[in-house]
């Protein structure tokens, strides 16, 4: 039975807060301008280090010049789109919008603004680029979470990946992709708590493992 109560952002901040401490590792998938992965990076201190990935290119751009604002060393940023599988796809722009960019393919697709990313398995990548487990992810992507998931799953797997924070974009999700199914994989990747609340529309998911 999911557990459904109202949330909202700092639902997150908080959950997350929790669980990262100095020297820790913290990933921020679908990073936009960097709201959580800057944050974390005065939590996790010198010793510890945040990944902020975030494919668009507008986007990408605020999030380094903010990173090099603020003099920060323990923070690394891709412009990368985690999936399945490394590929080429178009993210797609909802106008002006920096906060509903998505990957999924769509029938407006041609008419749509847009620009090839680079979609990238989180497994695969992490491992080539020497990064650490994190101990907490928080995922945003607007509908691709599903994807983001299954190409982390070793990730996640292990035992010191402790917390995910996910925002579930409903009506972005492909056919054949539910919330169910979502709440599946995450547990089967070790995960015993899950818990949901709706937020504008959204689900907001914090998912932990253990003591957590």
């Not at 909202?8 to 913290?26: H, K, N, Q």
């Not at 751009?61 to 690394?76: D, F, V």
């Not at 407006?108 to 990238?120: F, H, K, L, P, R």
């Not at 009506?171 to 054949?176: A, E, H, I, Q």
Request: glycine fraction near 10%; charged fraction near 25%.
């Amino acid at each position: 039975m999911l557990e459904m109560t109202t949330r909202d952002e700092e639902d997150f901040f908080t959950a997350l807060a929790s669980v990262l401490g100095e020297g820790d590792v913290f990933f921020d998938v679908g990073s936009n301008l960097g709201k959580f992965a800057l944050t974390f990076t005065k939590v996790v201190g010198a010793k510890g280090h945040v990944a902020a990935f975030e494919p668009g290119l507008w986007c990408f751009k605020r999030l380094e010049e903010n990173i090099q604002l603020n003099g920060l060393t323990n923070i690394r940023a891709f412009r990368k789109a985690l999936g399945q599988q490394d590929d080429k796809d178009r993210l797609l722009v909802a106008g002006n919008s920096i906060t509903e960019s998505r990957l999924l393919p769509v029938e407006s697709a041609a008419t749509s603004a847009s620009e090839t990313v680079d979609v990238v398995a989180g497994d695969g990548f992490r491992e080539a680029e020497r990064l650490p487990v994190p101990r907490a992810i928080k995922i945003d992507v607007e509908g691709y979470e599903y994807y983001v998931l299954e190409g982390l799953k070793r990730t996640l797997s292990e035992p010191q990946c402790l917390m995910i924070c996910c925002e579930i974009h409903q009506r972005f999700l492909p056919s054949g992709i539910t919330v169910e199914m979502i709440e599946a994989f995450i547990r089967n990747c070790g995960f015993g708590s899950v818990e949901m609340g709706p937020r504008r529309g959204e689900i907001h998911l914090i998912a932990k493992k253990g003591d957590a």
